[in-house]
């Protein structure tokens, strides 16, 4: 029964060991290999002064609250008027979105309606249909863009082997709340990632408030798909690399409540479980190279963590009162759930406390991965969205 119980207690230490290393690995040790290879395989991109023709392309839906000053930051872009076409991608709004673009008509704004409501990227693949640009600019009808964003997003198409431009999105929290300061770290660590994965092969998603494509080499997309992640695969099969380009710059304002916030992470993470189970062939190394260890390493095994989670709880719970060490790591444990927990009490009283955004953000998303699988596993697909608009 010693022996037994000895045996326990060694196969729960390694299984622990096991998912302190892969945890390690997913938030440390991933950044610093990609880091390196960035440095070690960096691909240099040939950058000119090119002005193609540009459909800045706005899909909206019930966004009358936005579009009306979406616009008019996209009217101030410095570019030649008669090479930029402003094509508004109204995904069946019943509001007064339609309306609002049209009073634009005379500025040269385009209104194309998708009937019914299908979905965000249903409406982008008969948009980019309708576009007549050589390049596709991507936009949100709430992202605001600097007047030289196309300046900066167009050298790179010189370079022949670029088929995507993503740009940096700064995230805004006016309201200083715990959710967006939390926000804010994570939008910070993913765009060091994006930096470093566009330097050593290729971007694995975009930003989708700001990505110019190649019309030439977009493809149609299947309704579920998450449309700013799955584009840089399918221009990566065609033997095209997408590419981040911190200069290009755009804001958008965090959301205020923890709830929305949890509400979007679903929706994009089961979005993206879709597209990495139809394209799972992108995951094998022998043949994607170093995208495919992208792919695992920053999507696949960053949503395992939950799992990862729970078992490293699990086996400390078992391994406690066996000695100091396992008493404090649980203890260690403990207080990351309970610091997100109170964050998000703070947060519901209107109030802040930045010591706990960390913690209640990286519970946030890591549950809304664990939601996101399980809607997956049941057969759930996401196609549509509801705008997320509070008062700033």
């Known amino acids: 029964m010693a022996l037994r119980r000895g045996e326990m207690t060694a196969a729960a230490s390694i299984l622990f060991l096991v998912c302190i290393v892969v945890l390690a690995y997913v938030y440390v040790g991933y950044p610093l290999v990609v880091y390196a290879a960035g440095l070690i395989l960096a691909r240099p991109v040939r950058r000119d002064n090119i002005e193609p023709t540009v459909t800045i392309l706005i899909t909206a839906f019930n966004e009358e609250s936005a579009i ?3 616009l008019a930051n996209t009217l101030a872009i410095e570019y030649p008027k008669d090479k930029l076409e402003i094509l ?5 709004s019943t509001d007064r979105t339609d309306e609002i673009v049209k009073e634009h008509a005379h500025l040269g704004v385009k209104l194309y309606r998708q009937e019914g409501r299908l979905g ?3 409406t982008q693949n008969s948009a980019v249909a ?3 640009g050589e390049i596709v600019l991507f936009s949100d009808a709430t992202t605001e863009y600097t007047p030289d964003v196309l300046r900066r997003v167009l050298p790179a ?3 022949d082997t670029v088929g995507c431009v993503a740009g940096r999105l700064v995230y805004l929290d006016n309201g200083e709340t715990n959710v967006g300061t939390g926000a804010q770290s994570y939008w910070n660590y993913e765009t060091f990632l994006k930096t470093s994965e566009s330097r050593a092969c290729s971007l694995i998603g975009a930003s989708g408030c700001l990505y110019a494509v190649r019309r030439s080499a977009y493809r149609p997309m299947y309704a579920e798909a998450c449309s700013d992640f799955l584009i840089c695969t399918e221009l990566y099969r ?6 981040f380009e911190p200069d290009a710059v755009c804001y958008e304002h965090t959301n205020q409540r923890t709830h929305e916030e949890f509400k979007m992470r679903v929706r994009v993470i089961s979005q993206t479980y879709t597209d990495l189970w139809r394209n799972a062939d992108m995951l094998n190394p022998f043949k994607s190279g170093f995208y495919a260890v992208q792919l695992i390493s920053h999507k696949l095994l960053r949503y395992c963590v939950p799992l990862i989670l729970a078992l490293i709880l699990v086996t400390n719970v078992f391994l406690a009162g066996r000695s100091l060490f396992w008493d404090f790591l649980l203890l260690g444990q403990m207080a990351v759930y309970i610091a997100a ?17 960390i913690p209640l953000y990286f519970v946030l998303a890591n549950l809304a991965s664990a939601i996101a699988f399980f809607r997956f596993v049941r057969g759930e697909r996401v196609v549509t969205w509801e705008p ?3 008062s700033r």
Do not use: C, H, M
């Not at 508004?88 to 069946?92: C, F, I, L, R, T």
């Not at 109170?342 to 010591?355: C, D, N, P």
């Open 157 to 159: 198409f010189a370079d």
């Open 341 to 357: 927990f109170f964050g998000w009490l703070v947060e519901r009283a209107g109030r802040r406390i930045t010591l706990l955004a």
């Open 388 to 390: 997320i608009r509070e």
């Open 130 to 132: 309708a576009a007549s």
């Open 238 to 243: 065609q033997g095209l690399r997408s590419i």
């Open 68 to 70: 009306r000053e979406k």
């Open 88 to 92: 508004v991608a109204s995904d069946g």
């Open 120 to 122: 965000k990227t249903v």
